[in-house]
């Protein structure tokens, strides 16, 4: 079975490609006992927070109708670095 991270990627790199951004990285972490998806983006000018609205506002609902499992995951959507959206 794929990764759960490997699966996502696969999912938002057109997400990420038709907002005229590259997919980063793709985490699955658990923090304080919750589960976190993110989605990290960039883009040589810089990513805004347009950018992560237009990779992160289609991503649950990409997510949920490709995926198998219908469990509700908290995502983000930050660009690299140390400021994020």
Known sequence: MAKVTDLVARLAQPLAEAAGCSLWDVEYVKEAGTWYLRIYIDKETGVS?????AVSRPCPTHWMRRTPSREAIPWRCPP??????
Not at 49 to 53: A, K, P, S, Y
Not at 80 to 85: A, E, L, R, V
């Open 49 to 53: 927070i347009d950018d992560c609205e």
């Open 80 to 85: 690299p670095g140390p400021t994020g959206c």
